[in-house]
């Protein structure tokens, strides 16, 4: 059974870092992609940044250098760096794997909240 869960939200100030870890048990995470991603209260689910089986790693046009995605396939865990936080990065955080057999099964963590003040 695929379980994802997601740790390291937390409040911090603007300009500040955080850093969130996601683990997967039940598949392994080198086999599809990985992503991340977010959903700010009052908006739509968003795409943070996403990492192929091999390795080929996108971000949002928000990002615009402040994150970094990382995956250690030996722990099975997802790692998103966020440095230079904005307010507007507040939201709830959530990964997402992509499963199965043709890795078109996807399962979400239960997301964690990152709140970024003035």
């Known amino acids: 059974q695929v379980q994802i869960v997601e740790s390291g939200g937390g409040s911090v100030e603007t300009g500040g870092s955080l850093k969130l870890s996601c683990v997967l048990s039940?598949?392994?995470?080198?086999?599809?992609?990985m992503d991340w991603y977010r959903q700010g209260p009052g908006k739509e689910r968003e795409l943070v940044s996403t990492?192929?089986?091999?390795?080929?790693?996108n971000y949002g046009g928000f990002v615009m250098g402040r994150f970094t995605l990382s995956r250690d396939n030996a722990k099975n865990t997802l790692y998103l760096q966020m440095n230079s936080l904005k307010t507007e990065d507040t939201a709830m955080y959530y990964c997402?794997?992509?499963?199965?057999?043709?890795?078109?099964?996807?399962?979400w963590g239960q997301g964690i909240q990152v709140t970024v003040s003035p």
């Open positions: 039940g598949s392994d995470a080198s086999k599809c992609g």
């Open positions: 997402r794997f992509r499963g199965g057999s043709y890795c078109d099964v996807y399962y």
């Open positions: 990492v192929t089986r091999n390795g080929v790693k």
